[in-house]
């Protein structure tokens, strides 16, 4: 199983920068996938960014030009996020899938983008 762990939320005012981390452990090894997710109060989780072991990036057209995800050593991924506005609020989640199409999902880091 792989497990998740998050870090990097916080407050800040909009036009700020904030960077999420999230470290995998466990059979860190059979990841295929990574990304980060998002859920604002009263709303569905979205998918925000995510990235495959060729490089290959896809975000949702709310971030693009805005955040960057990135990987390193297979078993770290994270979100820089420039730009912030108030929309930007929620709860966001590291995702990762494995080779064998296992989910494994973070327990979540608090973004708040506020004056």
């Known amino acids: 199983q792989v497990q998740l762990v998050e870090s990097g939320g916080g407050l800040v005012q909009p036009g700020g920068s904030l960077r999420l981390s999230c470290a995998a452990s466990g059979s860190w090894n059979t990841i295929y996938k990574m990304g980060w997710f998002r859920q604002a109060p009263g709303k569905q989780r979205e998918l925000v960014a995510t990235?495959?072991?060729?490089?290959?990036t896809n975000y949702a057209d709310s971030v693009q030009g805005r955040f960057t995800i990135s990987r390193e050593n297979a078993k770290n991924v994270y979100l820089q996020m420039n730009n912030l506005k108030p929309e930007d609020t929620a709860v966001y989640y590291c995702?990762?899938?494995?080779?064998?199409?296992?989910?494994?999902w973070g327990q979540g880091t608090q973004v708040t983008v506020s004056s």
């Open positions: 990235i495959q072991p060729n490089g290959n």
């Open positions: 995702y990762a899938r494995t080779i064998r199409a296992d989910e494994a």
